[in-house]
């Protein structure tokens, strides 16, 4: 039932103010049945409410209903200084326990949210990517563990940035 | 026509370390044509990757994901012979699907 | 900066009026390379020889860290099987790219420039891909990027490893000729910044011109064709001359132009000996 609503997410705004309480109403009693990731959309859907956020806190909230608190078991690899803001390898990884997610911020995009990743049991919590930065920002890494969420960031300089800039 | 995925998947002693990269324009919707008009978000939603009749990992991509996206990642098991299923939609409702071999 | 001095009034030229003295002075193509190469180990000495085709990455720790994990799975990868595709793809004679070439094009990349002693002009890769299209009733490619991309990043990547063998034929002066005048090029000044190819790949490699970081001259077209993350495609060493002439605020030349054919002349002769590394990457 849920699943079918899913199109109207994005096809008006009111289907989208619609589906997004639906889906925070739902998400919140997903979290109470089961202890894997409870994204505000269907396992085979895309979070589009999460992806047009430009506030880390609102993206989070949309994405996972919960805050981070930072911890130095998520590891954040990025460089200093991008070469091109328009591919910035960016790779997380963590020795946190019964991992179910990890997703990627980048503060100063125009939406913070860049990627998300589900990480089903037997999954190593580790991702390697390459991401847009429209400008120097700081790159914020979220791992679901054991159904709380953790962060770390680090500063990224771009000088050319990676949005047609 | 080729595939618009790339896949390299090398079983190791328990692990199976997945790289792929995909050919897809990933454009934001930010950046304006040569006539100053936005050229219009055309990006990659979702990658599944499968194997053994189970997902071993999905990505849930948006704009600010770097065109010809590529990404890493491992899973316990998988083994040289298996076969690795790959499948994307992007937000214009397109797809492509590609299987290959674990090495 | 004094020894980047010496080696160009070594080389007989500092700026326009002065080059005439190349033909006085007892310079050669052989000694010139020799001299240029000198140069750059010397101002580089802890970067191997080899290194220098890899750009601005070998001058810089930390863009070289993107660059290998780039490498890893790398953004040309997709033109470079379309380059395979369209170069064993038949034309509608029949033939293909194989009969145009020694060795039926593969392994030979290292070999241009090469100076034709029948009509007297540099021919690029980019320009014998063009002649073998015409010759077989096909439509040339653009110079600038896509097919023509493609189809030299296949027989650069053909020719990985091997070391850049440019001749400039003793027994035809106007082969040395054109070797000259693209050194000439490649040191005159131009543009409404007033900068010679020299300004910034002979004296200023490894630092920064605003955000990038800038490639030694010895080697610069090792590795072409590139994916720039600037351009999120493919480019040619035609598009990259045109670029660096617009770069400096002066009016770029048509594609393959005589001039820019022998500044490649020139530039290829400068890194004898060091691997051919395309198709390459780049910021």
């Known amino acids: 039932m849920f699943i079918a609503k899913l199109p109207d997410l994005r096809t008006s705004r009111r289907g989208l103010l619609k589906g997004a309480a639906l889906a925070t109403v739902l998400g919140a009693s997903l979290n109470v049945m089961r202890s894997v990731a409870a994204f505000a959309a269907d396992a085979a859907g895309w979070p589009a409410e999460a992806f047009k956020l430009k506030s880390q806190d609102d993206t989070l909230k949309a994405l996972y209903g919960k805050t981070a608190e930072a911890s130095d078991k998520v590891k954040l690899d990025a460089p200093e200084i991008a070469e091109n803001g328009a591919v910035v390898p960016i790779s997380v990884s963590t020795t946190l326990p019964k991992v179910t997610s990890i997703s990627l911020m980048v503060a100063e995009n125009p ?23 429209a400008k120097t920002s700081k790159v914020i890494a979220i791992v679901e563990s054991d159904g709380k969420l953790y962060s770390a960031s680090k500063e990224v300089k771009v000088t050319v940035g990676g949005c047609g800039g | 026509m080729a595939s618009t995925i790339r896949v390299r998947a090398i079983a190791g002693a328990d692990t199976t370390e997945v790289q792929a990269l995909v050919q897809h324009p990933m454009d934001s919707g930010f950046v304006k044509n040569a006539k100053g008009e936005l050229i219009p978000p055309h990006h990659i939603e979702t990658v599944q990757f499968e194997t053994g009749g189970k997902t071993v990992f999905t990505a849930l991509w948006g704009p600010a994901v770097s065109k010809d996206p590529f990404v890493k990642f491992s899973f316990k098991g998988g083994k040289k012979g298996d076969d690795l299923k790959i499948t994307w939609v992007d937000n214009k409702g397109a797809t492509d699907t590609t299987t290959a071999k674990i090495m | 900066m004094m020894r980047g001095l010496a080696l160009l009034v070594a080389l007989g030229m500092l700026a326009g009026p002065q080059f005439a003295r190349a033909e006085a002075t007892k310079s050669s193509p052989e000694k010139d390379m020799k001299a240029f190469q000198a140069y750059f180990t010397n101002k580089f000495p802890k970067v191997p020889l080899k290194d220098f085709v890899n750009g601005p990455y070998s001058m810089n720790e930390g863009l070289r860290k993107q660059w290998i ?33 020694p060795n039926k094009g593969i392994g030979i990349r290292q070999n241009y420039p090469y100076f034709d002693n029948k009509t007297n002009e540099v021919i690029t890769l980019e320009v014998a891909v063009n002649q073998c299209l015409e010759k077989n009733g096909e439509k040339p490619y653009n110079y600038m990027k896509d097919d023509m991309a493609a189809v030299t990043a296949y027989m650069a ?59 030694p001259a010895l080697g610069i077209l090792n590795a072409m064709p590139i994916y720039r993350s600037e351009w999120g495609g493919m480019g040619t060493i035609s598009r990259r001359f045109t670029s660096c002439n617009s770069q400096v605020r002066g009016v770029p030349l048509k594609p393959q132009d005589p001039e820019y054919r022998n500044v490649e002349y020139y530039l290829s002769y400068m890194a004898n000996g060091l691997p051919i590394s395309g198709p390459g990457a780049r910021p």
């Open chain 1, 111 to 133: 939406n913070a949210l860049a990627a998300s990743y589900k990480i089903p049991e037997g999954t190593l919590p580790a991702v390697s990517n390459r991401l847009k930065m």
């Open chain 3, 157 to 215: 990547f053909t020719s990985r490893g091997k070391p850049f063998n440019i001749k400039v034929p003793k027994n035809n002066p106007k082969a040395l000729e054109a070797y000259e005048k693209g050194k000439q090029y490649f040191y005159q000044r131009r543009g409404q910044f007033n900068f010679s190819c020299a300004s910034c790949h002979v004296q200023e490699p490894g630092e920064h011109i605003r955000a990038e970081v800038l490639a």
């Open chain 3, 69 to 101: 994990e780039k490498e890893t799975f790398p953004p040309y990868d997709f033109a470079l099987d379309h380059g395979k595709e369209l170069f064993n793809k038949p034309f509608k004679n029949g033939k293909t790219f194989a009969d145009c070439f």
